[in-house]
Structure formats: structure tokens, C-alpha cells
Nanobody, 127 residues
Framework: HVQLVESGGGSVQAGGSLRLSCVASGYIDGYRFEDRCMGWFRQAPGKAREGVAVVYTGAGSSYYADSVKGRFAIWQDNAKATEYLEINYLRPEDTAMYYC?????????????????WGQGTQVTVS
């Protein structure tokens, strides 16, 4: 049974930064944290869930949505089974619930429909 727990959200002023964390526990089809795809998604009220960043925990490679390149950074600490998302130069349009997601290797890792496992989310509000 996989569990994902996000933290680090909050209310910040535009131009500030936040670091979100996602702690993972459990195995996916026998695979540990070091062998999976971990993504961050966000969903603003009335909008679809949007993939913003993903990291392949085995290779350490990362990918970003074009809309956040240069401001968002994703990385993982395999020893802590934790995924991080740092958001810099926050804008009001970054306001959303941010979700952590996990699955095995995916063909379309920025697509929400690809993921089986989700956290409960952490709210980011930028004013």
C-alpha cells in the first residue's frame, strides 16, 4: 500500500519561494521508492489538474512543464523516500492545490491520468 504525504504549502507574497515535500511509503508492485516516477501536479479552482514537474527516482532525471521551467525545481532524496518541489519567484497564478503522485515508469509522466497513487495535497496561495 503506497502512501504519499505532502507538506510545505502556505500563503506567500508574489516573488517569494516555497519548498514542498512529499514523503512516500510502501511499494508499487514490489518496487521501492528508488525505482519509480514521482510527479508534482497542481489544480486551481475550476481548472484541470496540471502536471508541473516529474523526477525518475532511479536515474534522477527530471522534466518540467514549459509553463514552469526556470522557476520550479524537483529532486528526490532516496534515503528519505522524499520528493521535493521548490517554487521560486511565485506568481498569483501559481495559486493552487499541489499534489504529489507516484507510479512506475510512465510514457506520459506529466499526464495526471497516468498515475495510480496520489497524496492529499498542500495548498499554495500567492498574493
Amino acid at each position: 500500500h503506497v502512501q504519499l504525504v505532502e507538506s510545505g504549502g502556505g500563503s506567500v507574497q508574489a516573488g517569494g519561494s516555497l519548498r514542498l515535500s512529499c514523503v512516500a511509503s510502501g511499494y508499487i508492485d514490489g518496487y521501492r521508492f528508488e525505482d519509480r516516477c514521482m510527479g508534482w501536479f497542481r489544480q486551481a479552482p475550476g481548472k484541470a489538474r496540471e502536471g508541473v514537474a516529474v523526477v525518475y527516482t532511479g536515474a534522477g532525471s527530471s522534466y518540467y512543464a514549459d509553463s514552469v521551467k526556470g522557476r520550479f525545481a524537483i529532486w528526490q532524496d532516496n534515503a528519505k523516500a522524499t520528493e521535493y518541489l521548490e517554487i521560486n519567484y511565485l506568481r498569483p497564478e501559481d495559486t493552487a492545490m499541489y499534489y504529489c503522485a507516484a507510479d512506475l515508469l510512465l510514457m506520459r509522466p506529466l499526464e495526471a491520468s497516468e498515475y495510480q497513487y496520489w497524496g492529499q495535497g498542500t495548498q499554495v496561495t500567492v498574493s
